[in-house]
């Protein structure tokens, strides 16, 4: 996840900080940004009016994107309202980088909760578990101090806000969800802030491209959801998967990703040396009981795998990348593309941000207009932005 500033609000795999308020500032005396005692810069967002969430159906995204599947996390964007932002706030201008995060964890002795191995609510805790990834050195490739912080929890991103407010005697946080997709659409309407068509993101984000392709050859993903009837692998809501053609998805009992217990879940498998039909996946149920049924869905179908059956689908496939060429095979040094109305780089791709609220499937039914804010006793916590870790 990421920091962002403003209040001050901060973005990166901490996300992106939200510095400190226009209430702690007075009249704003930095003005429309400014750079703090770490080397920080922040922007200045205005208050105002805007409308959050998506305009789009399911049955749009579907046709729009075939392949995709759209989620609870796309179902909770609804229903669209207009949200006011009634103050002011500074926004991290970046992700909150590895270099910045460096003088936190120095000054302050603090570890991160992927050091200390902990099962943390992070969107890359997998990846920090199995690989012995940390904030210092996200992926297997070469990052500088200017590459933006990942693995980094929720914990962690509010432990990082908490030491600049009391190193500063300012108040830094995490953004909220409202304040994040505001400072995010900058005022404009589109399904991106650079427009409807996905191929606008090549000059604004860091996402799989062309260049990637090259490097990795050129592979069409399937994506589906799934989640069991069996009460022993209940899950949170629908579970997202990216299978190769001619992969297989087994659920079932599958190793942990720290090498311990086996653990009851789904895992996907690479087509390897089996002979499949070009463009199917094939889906085992290894459940012993009948009645432990996999359901899945995907191009808008629901199948049904009962325990110890095997289905092969031939789903849509799903173009995952954007044509341009841009030079990145992962994470990007923060502001390699161009900024948004207001002046913030990234808000699309790169690495995910950390909002300060709880999520909630149902908020936007019931949430407030005005400054609305997620539930603080939430189990989960909202993330923005999108991944290319």
């Not at 191995?117 to 690989?131: L, M, Y």
């Not at 341009?324 to 161009?338: I, M, N, Q, T």
Request: with cysteine; net charge negative.
């Amino acid at each position: 996840g990421n920091l962002t500033s403003a209040a001050m609000l901060v973005s990166s795999n901490v996300g992106r900080a939200a510095g400190p308020s226009t209430d702690d500032l007075g009249r704003s005396p930095h003005g429309k940004t400014f750079t703090n005692s770490i080397g920080m810069k922040l922007t200045l967002i205005p208050a105002g009016d805007f409308f959050m969430g998506s305009s789009e159906s399911v049955e749009q995204i579907l046709k729009a994107f075939p392949g995709e599947y759209p989620g609870e996390g796309f179902q909770s964007e609804h229903p669209r309202r207009r949200v006011t932002i009634s103050k002011p706030f500074y926004m991290g201008t970046c992700e909150v980088t590895i270099g910045e995060f460096r003088k936190f964890i120095e000054a302050a002795g603090y570890r991160t909760d992927a050091e200390l191995g902990k099962v943390a609510n992070s969107p890359t805790e997998a990846a920090s578990q199995a690989d012995n990834h940390i904030w210092s050195s996200p992926a297997d490739a070469n990052f500088t101090d200017l590459h933006p912080v990942a693995h980094i929890s929720w914990n962690d991103a509010v432990a990082f806000c908490d030491w600049l407010s009391k190193t500063e005697a300012k108040t830094y946080r995490l953004p909220t969800q409202a304040e994040w997709e505001y400072a995010c659409r900058a005022g404009t309407t589109t399904r991106y802030w650079s427009g409807d068509d996905p191929e606008t993101l090549a000059d604004v984000a860091n996402v799989p491209n062309r260049y990637y392709l090259a490097r990795h050859g050129e592979q069409h993903r399937f994506r589906f959801e799934y989640f069991t009837g069996n009460p022993q692998g209940k899950r949170k809501g629908w579970q997202g998967v990216d299978c190769e053609p001619g992969g297989s998805f087994e659920f079932g009992t599958v190793p942990s990703v720290s090498g311990g217990k086996p653990v009851w879940g789904g895992r996907t498998v690479s087509p390897g040396s089996s002979v499949q039909k070009q463009g199917t996946v094939r889906i085992t149920n290894a459940a012993r009981d009948s009645r432990s049924v996999l359901y899945l869905r995907l191009d808008g179908t629901r199948i049904e795998v009962p325990g110890g059956t095997t289905k092969t689908i031939t789903p849509l496939p799903s173009k995952w990348w954007v044509d341009k060429e841009d030079g990145f095979d992962g994470l990007a040094p923060v502001a390699s593309f161009r900024p948004n109305p207001f002046g913030l780089y990234d808000m699309h791709g790169n690495v995910w941000e950390w909002c300060g609220d709880g999520y909630d499937a149902h908020a936007y039914e019931k949430q407030s207009r005005i400054d609305p804010v997620g539930p603080a006793d939430a189990s989960e916590y909202a993330i923005r932005g999108g991944c290319f870790l």
